[in-house]
């Protein structure tokens, strides 16, 4: 299964995009063997600065077709590392080909996009700014793939 980061914002050469980077090759070559990835960052900006609605419209279109939609968002569930793993392989169990992980901009996600997705994913009650989530996002797309394959990194 393919992972689409879908996000509003270009983010720049810095030490966050050095982490994004290294989490998503660590998640590659682990995921590999286990039927998921690659994991891609598609990155949308509404140059307009026409809303919401706007972003909406972008990240649409830069949604496979047929993909599980996944919205990071406030919110959204809360879970467990392994919960979250055991959703990745569920979801890759059923025979989707693409994920859509969608994450918005400063004002969040528009509503009628976060109505449409599949499931919608939180980490925790505070706002956290879009390059932050990036971050986490990625880390736990590694962390899932080496509890999927009974590694050592996660620690329960």
Known sequence: ??????????????PEKDLIDDYLTRFDRTGRALGLGPASVVEVEDKKNAGM???AALLRKALPKGAVLCTLDERG??????DFASRLA??????RQDL?????GADGIDPKLRAEADF???FGKMVWPHM??????AEQLYRAATI??????HRS
Do not use: F, N, Q
């Not at 569930?77 to 392994?82: A, F, L, R």
């Open 77 to 82: 569930k809360v879970m467990s590392s392994p």
């Open 100 to 104: 859509a992980l969608v994450i918005g």
């Open 148 to 153: 999927l394959a009974g590694g050592p990194y």
């Open 90 to 95: 569920d979801w890759r169990d059923t025979g």
């Open 1 to 14: 299964m393919r992972l689409h980061i879908c996000a509003v914002g270009r983010l720049r050469a810095s």
């Open 120 to 122: 919608s994913l939180s």
């Open 132 to 137: 932050l989530v990036r971050v986490m996002l």
């Open 53 to 55: 609605a706007a972003e």
